[in-house]
């Protein structure tokens, strides 16, 4: 059962790149998230879906956008990396309840 | 004020000791409540729900005060492998999202 497969696990960008990380969840979860975690900060709502073809923004949504094209799948995308988004970034899933995580992914950008 | 407050720590203690985690919470309207464990690098995992009436499992006890909007964990005879941040969880009133605390830091000791 993988649960909660985020990739890349990492990637280095150069300022003004774009990039799309993946979250893919094989376990029929209706709700889906983008966090990302800074040190001293905590985990920051970035998007979340709570549905099919469904995005909302949370906390932090300035410079990502984000796709739910099918169920299982929640894509983050940067248009034009900046420094300020170096961070791990984590994808959760949940029915509503607890919600449980991809291992995350490693993101710097020069 | 901060949706969800813990004491960072770090709190160092030698194996077997009994140690408490507290948690303060800004919405009175919450209704779920979860303790969360993060070990260094490594995604955030559901270490337990927590209960109004308060619920045990095995060496750890979650208690919820909502009067005073006041979340706990103790953790009873410590071992080595506890030593992890605990990450206070509190859902947001309405919605289907979660607010995470910044974590409360353990190290125990040989």
């Known amino acids: 059962n993988a649960g909660v497969t985020q990739t890349p696990k990492f990637r280095v960008l150069k300022t003004g790149q774009s990039m799309t990380l993946l979250c893919a969840q094989d376990?029929?979860?209706?709700?889906m998230y983008w966090y990302r975690q800074d040190p001293g900060m905590g985990l920051r709502l970035i998007h979340y879906s709570v549905g099919e073809g469904t995005t909302a923004k949370g906390e932090v949504p300035d410079g990502y956008n984000v796709s739910r094209l099918k169920k299982q799948n929640f894509l983050l995308g940067l248009e034009s990396a900046a420094p300020s988004q170096t961070s791990v970034y984590f994808c959760?899933?949940?029915?509503?309840?607890?919600?449980?995580f991809g291992d995350g992914t490693r993101l710097s950008i020069l | 004020r901060k949706e969800v407050e813990q004491d960072p720590g770090p709190f160092n203690v030698p194996e077997g000791a009994t140690v408490a985690f507290n948690c303060t919470y800004s919405?009175?309207?919450?209704?779920?409540f979860f303790w969360y464990r993060q070990d260094c690098r490594k995604e955030p995992k559901l270490l337990m729900s927590v209960y109004s009436s308060g619920n045990e499992d095995g060496r750890f006890t979650a208690q919820l005060n909502r009067a005073s909007q006041y979340i706990s964990l103790l953790i009873r005879d410590s071992k080595l492998s506890d030593s992890a941040t605990y990450l206070c969880?509190?859902?947001?009133?309405?919605?289907?999202?979660?607010?995470f605390g910044t974590g409360t830091r353990l190290t125990v000791i040989p």
């Open positions: 959760a899933s949940s029915f509503g309840g607890p919600q449980h």
């Open positions: 376990m029929n979860h209706e709700y």
């Open positions: 969880v509190v859902n947001r009133p309405g919605a289907n999202n979660l607010f």
């Open positions: 919405n009175s309207a919450s209704q779920s």
